[in-house]
């Protein structure tokens, strides 16, 4: 029920890009290419800003990029999370301690320092890169609970019969550990993909990371710089923000949802 | 719990100061730009004066500040001065020593965090607590509540805080639009002087809570179903227990073990700061300083507060590992 909601919020944002690229003028993105601080009309459905751009045109753009973070960002957290983590559940020794050590380090570090200042010194020229320099920097929680579960796992009477017929370390990981973790990956891909997009959209309200690339987290930086709040120009900030609360809520429904599929003693009361 | 095992423990965490440190001091020095250049070309696009970049004086501050040595000398200089609580001047602030500018930013973002932090940990787990085992008529109520937590919940805090601004501070100016204090005026301690201490920080504090409050509810809300299946649940049922006891002494009081972790971490992350929430409202605390310093390379600054950062927050990991074993006797760490 939860995933489903969540999955159909989702599925209307990308209905909603995916209809703006059709049917709306993306040309009202541009600087001076409409009326400036207008209110919302039949014209221009969001209002426009300060510098005569379109808001509706801003979000259309702006939504699938925003988007694109996220999922770059999961899906290298997510990889890099879960081979580690299996590696050092499944090796255990040095491998263990090492990865261990390694990801208390990032852990302490102030994660928005480092993002803050790679993105601020090694010019981030593009938001893909952006996303897996998020991703790079976000992988400490998967592995440390992939690397638990392995643990548990790795002890099961089916893993023992599987090492005692022969089965080599990939067969047993790929095959006898890997269909056990799915629902819980699934789960943790959703969080990463919102922990990214949160990222991202920080450091955009910040003014980091590529300037000119027209996603949301932007176009809140542009709203805030020119005083969107104190000049009553709510539709500007606003409209962001409601598509931005509404990507976090379809991933947080769909997580809570696979959550539940994943852990069945969740589904309990409800 | 043994004493090679805390040896172990306390040496695992010296060697992620250690790494973490020096990670912190070498990123900084890596990347292009020189932080006196920076600091210069930021006076003159404050229209100051700055003379003639190729007089030599740029070199003379590096000299000052120890940057024009090589790497590997800065870093052992870092170290030595470290173990003599000699933390430098800021580059910025020059000449104020760092821990002064520290000083006086820590307060506010200990005082502002903390607060939020336990009420939304309070709050949050006790509706978390209530969505599962209120009284009949009680349990509808909050299940109609349930969305509007998940909504709020899914607001970026930042993003919360602007929404705050243009309700409670634009369109009905009841709280004001952002700062510490009142602009120009340092803070008294007299009941005036709180009030508006709290007026300040009350829309930043709502932002944190309203958000944190939501994930704690979520959390606790399953830790207490997945407890109530428990034998030991069961067995006090049968044994007749009243209800509000097997919900408090067998319910609650073990749900509430893994949310402590996580209160413990986040109270550890407090002295970092929440620079989003600080920017935002214009808080004078320490993720405010935290920015600047990283954007205009003010080394020693940062240096300090990033040292800060980590010792305290690892302190409160080994102070977790101790605790813990004591809340939940079923850890023990021999068979770790």
Known sequence: ???????????????????????????????????????????????TDAVGRSILALLVIGTPKTLLIGLLAGVCGITIGTCLGFFAGYVRGWADTVIRIVSDVLFVIPILFLLVFIIEYFPVGAIWMMGIVIGVLSWMGTA??????????????????????????????????????????????VQAVSGGILFSIGLEVLGLGPANSQTLGWSIWWANDYGAVLRGFWWWWGSPVVIIVMIFLGLFMTSLGLDRIANPRLRGTS | MSVTYLLKRVGLFLLVVWLGVTINFFLPRLAPGDPIQ???????????????????????????????????????????????????????????????????????????????????????????????????????????????????????YFLLGIVLIALFAFTWAVFPLGGGYTLGESPEFSLDGLFTI??????????????????????????????????????????????????????????????????????????????????????????????????????????????????????FLILLDIIYPILDPRIRHETD
């Open chain 1, 1 to 47: 029920m939860l995933l489903l909601l969540g999955l159909a919020l989702l599925g209307a944002i990308i209905a909603f890009t995916v209809l703006g690229y059709l049917f709306v003028d993306l040309e009202l993105a541009r600087l001076n290419s409409a009326p400036i601080s207008q209110p919302p009309s039949m014209e221009h459905w969001f209002g």
């Open chain 1, 144 to 189: 440390r609970t992939v690397r638990a579960q392995v643990l548990t796992l790795r002890e099961r009477a089916f893993v023992n019969m599987a090492r005692a017929s022969g089965a080599g370390t990939w067969r047993i990981i790929f095959v006898e550990l890997m269909p056990n973790l799915t629902s819980y990956l699934a789960a943790s891909f």
């Open chain 2, 38 to 156: 920076e600091y210069l070309g930021q006076l003159a696009q404050q229209g100051m004066f700055v003379g003639d970049p190729s007089a030599g004086f740029v070199e003379e501050y590096r000299a000052k500040f120890g940057l024009d040595k090589p790497m590997w000398q800065q870093y052992i200089n870092y170290w030595i001065d470290v173990s003599q609580f000699n933390f430098g001047l800021s580059v910025t602030d020059y000449p104020v020593e760092v821990t002064r500018v520290i000083r006086a930013a820590l307060p506010w973002t200990l005082g502002l965090l903390t607060t939020a932090t336990i009420i939304g940990f309070v709050l949050g787990t006790l509706f978390g607590a209530l969505m599962v085992a209120a009284p009949g008529p009680w349990k509808r109520l909050l299940a109609w509540t349930t969305p509007f937590v998940m909504i709020v919940h899914s607001i970026p």
């Open chain 2, 198 to 315: 709290v007026k300040h920080a009350f829309l930043p504090a709502l932002s944190l809570v309203a958000v944190a409050a939501g994930g704690w509810a979520i959390v606790m809300r399953s830790m207490i179903v997945i407890v109530q299946g428990e034998d030991y649940v069961q067995m006090s049922r049968a044994m007749g227990l009243k209800p509000w006891r097997v919900f408090y002494t067998y319910q609650v009081r073990n749900a509430l073990l893994p949310q402590i972790t996580f209160l413990a971490l986040s109270l550890g992350f407090i002295v970092s700061g929440s620079a989003l929430v600080e920017v935002v409202f214009v808080y004078p605390g320490i993720g405010t300083i935290l920015l600047d310093a990283i954007t205009v390379k003010d080394l020693p600054l940062l240096q300090l507060i990033l040292l800060v950062v980590i010792v305290v927050v690892t302190l």
